[in-house]
């Protein structure tokens, strides 16, 4: 069984909300601070907290690795062991590590992110260099299962910059790189039908979204732009088949959520969260 199977049937038992660890350090809670540890020990006691408190309402954990970097060593050690309490709660995860580079060097990024202190369970991947710069991680699929979202449509203003220019055929560039992603995954299927490859189609834009879904139907989707960046339920349920098929990110709304819910503390205003978006997204899911 691959992770991706292992993600479908996540979603299929506790729904599609993908907690966003995006953890930057002046999230926590004043009061929650312990100014005797270091500010990675505090966000690892906070991300700890969170995952425990949502783990029932998560279909998965994504881990945006710039929050921990940005903090040198002591961010990497609270990125381990927040990729470690996720693997300890058995939910899957993803490193959002968003990697794009020569084969040679992505061979290197593959063992570092799915191999020793930094294993996931799937990584995220820029595909503007090419097919070679993702064949590395392939073996990790056939041989471990681990699965990857690729960059496809994203969620920012930006995608506009390249992602919706246009081919010679009529073809977005986003077109090309899915139409050549879903191609390649043939090759790495599962066995709930969606491959290792799955790619990002961020939530913020809707045109063709039903003509995504369909030609795409075995790839499973990465889907940021949730809450803080003003993506809707309706508008994402038309990603998702049958409420599966798809992940939702949401990382500020979730981590967050507590300031928007007075007198709750941080966790419980995060099951809160999960639990809300899971039932809008449900909702609207029923409605399509
Ligand atoms: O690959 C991603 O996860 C990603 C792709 C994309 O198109 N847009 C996008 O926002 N993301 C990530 O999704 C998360 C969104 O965070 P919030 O806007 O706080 O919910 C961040 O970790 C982004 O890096």
């Not at 299929?12 to 009061?31: H, K, N, Q, W």
């Not at 949502?54 to 040198?72: D, N, P, W």
């Not at 191999?115 to 991680?137: K, N, Q, R």
């Not at 939702?248 to 503390?265: C, D, E, F």
């Amino acid at each position: 069984m691959t992770n991706m199977d292992k993600l479908y049937e996540a979603v299929e038992a506790r729904g599609p909300v993908c907690v966003g660890l995006d953890t930057d350090f002046s999230y926590l809670p004043e009061d929650f601070v312990d100014s005797t540890l270091s500010r990675g020990e505090n966000i690892v006691r906070f991300n700890k907290k969170l995952i425990d408190a949502t783990k029932a309402v998560a279909g998965c954990y994504k881990v945006q690795i710039a929050y921990y970097e940005s903090l040198g060593l002591e961010g990497m050690k609270a990125y381990a062991d927040t990729l470690k309490a996720v693997r300890e709660a058995g939910v899957p995860v993803i490193a959002d590590i968003k990697r794009g580079d020569i084969a040679k060097t992505a061979e290197m990024y593959a063992m570092g992110h799915f191999t020793g202190d930094f294993e996931s369970d799937f990584v995220t991947l820029a595909p503007y260099m090419g097919l070679d710069s993702i064949s590395p991680y392939l073996p990790y699929a056939e041989k471990q299962g681990k699965g990857m979202f690729v960059l496809c449509r994203t969620s920012n203003g930006g995608a506009k910059d390249f992602e919706y220019e246009k081919l010679a055929d009529g073809r977005h560039v986003y077109d090309l790189v899915g139409d050549k992603l879903n191609a390649l995954g043939k090759d790495y299927m599962g066995e709930h039908g969606y491959s290792s490859i799955g790619l990002v189609i961020g939530g913020t834009h809707i045109e063709e979204a039903t003509e995504i879904r369909a030609k795409y139907q075995d790839s499973f989707f990465l889907i940021p732009g949730y809450g803080a960046q003003g993506g809707k339920a309706e508008d994402i349920a038309q990603y998702l088949t049958k409420g599966n098929g798809g992940v939702v990110n949401s990382s500020r709304g979730i981590l967050l959520a507590y300031k928007k819910q007075p007198g709750t503390a941080f966790d419980e205003a995060a099951y809160n969260e999960c639990v809300n978006m899971k039932e809008a997204i449900a909702h609207a899911c029923s409605l399509l």
